[in-house]
């Protein structure tokens, strides 16, 4: 009778239809328990709870799965299915450490040598998988895992399009609160320059698409999604006690607008080990307990109208447009802006959206760090009020603001910039005729002089610091932008060499661009169509320009300009994406 209930359960398996198949293992374990002594029914009861066990894992119900397998274990520790099984379950929890213990025990025991050849190969896999998940998620070694996922692509941009998948790491960085702007995220030690922080993927995304012309906008549709997401993960969570820790991430969802005074019970700076993950907390410090399970919004009590204004207000204020993709990060949400970024941000496009966070430059331990929510390189009317609504108060927007009040042809400049930033943005250069095209170009030369000549020629100006200078040098960029757009090749009156006595600025400009996303993706733009020519290397330490020839020479000048860029005591030795550019040119540096 009962061996009738399992074989109607391997069959509801069998069509995948996983929760008959829950019910009908839970039922031939009902008609076994209570005569354990028995050796058959022993063995009986340790298949029932190991296939149970595998209609969990299809239902990602990774808690209950694990449960099954202990008591399959209990009656049989030497399963072998049961303890693939342990770990398959163990992965889904992001145990990883105890999941690799479990694929030692398989790989150590007797009868693992008895096992076909392409299950023992799997088996290996999943161990080696377990153990590079592991050490990313206790020690950011991320390293392997581009590497694995970047050797088997030919080298070159395409690379981009199989990034690998990698496990959230939180390095050495702390929540505090900072005064006027909420909670921060600072260095707990001095960081290196290319040392990774953090590695975060996202809570949850949401892709709209353009060409939806249902009745709802898109902005009620990013409402929905998320209301659904947060519903989802509340769900998930109490049904599977043990995964609390996405649940409680959900504090942090009111980080993605504005300020809100009247919220200010949602706006706590809450504790690291909510985020940490679980092998990775510190000896002796619990993770999440039951009690943090009060704060209202670990039970989805976040009102529908706040969720709406907090999405209107980082739509519209922030982007000053409704964004094609909403992605969720939490332990990011509490960094906070800056024009002058010391956090380099790399997206991946990968099934999770990690996103890498490193060190851009030198941090000293107490530092807060900043990342640029937006492109950087552009004047301070179009920057300061990108974050969130609120006005920018970094440093640089600062400093700007001061200057611009006080020198009038600085001001003018920028108003020049944006100016010339509204032909390209609002209709494609393509439509322009000859004539406009030259006269655009034209007034990008005379630009470009002017700006060269600000500094040498308005004491203010002259009296900034030379890495002063440079930022607000940066915030030019577009004009520089122009000349190298395609449709504007040929620059008579403007030849490379006029161009090149420019190449400090341009220099510095491409490795500041990498620090932030937005302003890759402007590197990109403004290298992608230049010469090919002969590239040069503009070199720090020597304040001149080399000339590199081979592809090999260029790898070595990338890790150089990290080195140069940074300080020769850089140790990074993972991926970068570094846009070197020399008259333009664009190379992408795996090293
Ligand atoms: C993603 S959150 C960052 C975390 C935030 N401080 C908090 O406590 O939730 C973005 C918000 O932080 C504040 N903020 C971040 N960078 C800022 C900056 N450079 N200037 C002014 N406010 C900033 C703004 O209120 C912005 O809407």
Redesign the pocket.
């Known amino acids: 009778m009962e061996e009738e209930v399992r074989e109607e359960g391997n069959r509801m398996f069998g069509k995948g239809r996983w929760a008959r198949a829950i019910a009908k293992y839970g039922q031939y374990i009902a008609l076994l328990v209570g005569d354990k002594t028995d050796e058959t029914t022993r063995s009986k009861l340790v298949v029932g709870y190991s296939n149970r066990a595998e209609a969990w894992l299809k239902v990602h119900k990774y808690v209950k799965a694990l449960d099954d397998c202990n008591k399959a274990l209990e009656l049989d520790n030497a399963h072998l299915k049961s303890l693939l099984r342990k770990g398959r379950a163990l992965e889904g929890l992001r145990m990883f450490q105890e999941a690799v213990e479990t694929y030692k025990e398989i790989l150590g025991s007797s009868s693992f040598d008895c096992l076909s050849g392409s299950v023992r190969d799997s088996i290996e896999i999943s161990y080696e998988n377990a153990f590079m998940k592991d050490r990313q998620t206790r020690f950011g070694e991320i390293e392997n895992a581009f590497e694995t996922s970047w050797k088997l692509f030919p080298a070159g941009p395409d690379m981009i399009e199989t990034p690998p998948s990698l496990e959230e790491y939180v390095g050495p960085v702390e929540i505090r609160r ?1 005064p006027g ?4 995220l600072f260095a707990t030690r001095n960081v290196q320059a290319g040392e990774l922080l953090l590695v975060s993927n996202a809570l949850t995304t949401n892709k709209i698409s353009t060409d939806d012309r249902s009745e709802l906008p898109p902005l009620e549709k990013k409402l929905d999604h998320l209301i659904y997401a947060v519903e989802e993960v509340v769900r998930d969570a109490m049904e599977n006690l043990h995964d609390l820790t996405q649940l409680q991430r959900l504090i942090q969802l ?2 993605l ?3 809100y005074p009247e919220d200010s019970q949602y ?1 706590d700076a809450p504790p690291m080990r909510y985020f940490t993950p679980v092998n990775a907390l510190p000896p002796g410090c619990k993770s999440v307990t039951a009690q943090d399970m009060t704060h209202p919004a670990l039970r989805n009590e976040f009102p529908r109208a706040f969720l709406r204004r907090v999405i209107y207000e980082r739509q519209i204020y922030q982007y000053g447009k409704v964004l094609k993709i909403l992605e969720i990060y939490v332990l990011p ?6 024009c002058l970024p010391n956090v380099s941000v790399m997206g991946l496009r990968n099934e999770r959206f990690s996103r890498v966070f490193r060190a851009s430059r030198d941090i000293r331990q107490g530092e807060e760090l900043f990342h640029a929510y937006h492109n950087i390189f552009c004047p301070l009317d179009e920057r300061r009020w990108l ?8 440093s640089r927007c600062s400093l700007e603001a001061r200057l611009l009040q006080e020198c009038s042809m600085l001001n003018y400049m920028a108003s020049e910039c944006t100016d010339i930033g509204s032909h390209c943005d609002h209709l494609s250069l393509s439509t322009y005729t000859e004539e406009q095209l030259e006269r655009l170009k034209r007034r990008c030369i005379t630009a470009i002089t002017a700006v060269g000549s600000l500094f040498k020629d308005i004491p203010k100006l002259s009296a900034l610091r030379d890495d002063e200078k440079d930022f607000i040098r940066a915030s030019f960029v577009r004009f520089y932008r122009l000349l190298l757009d395609p449709q504007i090749k040929g620059l008579p009156g403007y030849s490379a060499d006029n161009l090149l006595s420019e190449r400090r600025l341009i220099a510095n400009i491409i490795i500041a661009m990498h620090t932030c996303d937005p302003a890759s993706d402007l590197a990109l733009a403004m290298c992608a169509e230049a010469a090919k020519e002969k590239p040069f290397l503009y070199n720090h330490a020597t304040d001149s320009i080399e000339p590199y020839g081979e592809m090999e020479v260029l790898l070595n000048s990338g890790r150089r300009i990290l080195e140069l860029t940074y300080g020769p005591e850089l140790t990074c030795r993972s991926i970068f994406k570094i846009f070197v550019s020399y008259e333009g040119s664009l190379v992408y540096l795996p090293f």
């Open positions: 900072v702007m909420g909670r921060g009111d980080t607008g504005g300020p706006r949400s509490l960094m906070n802006h800056s974050v969130g609504g609120v006005l920018c108060k970094c």
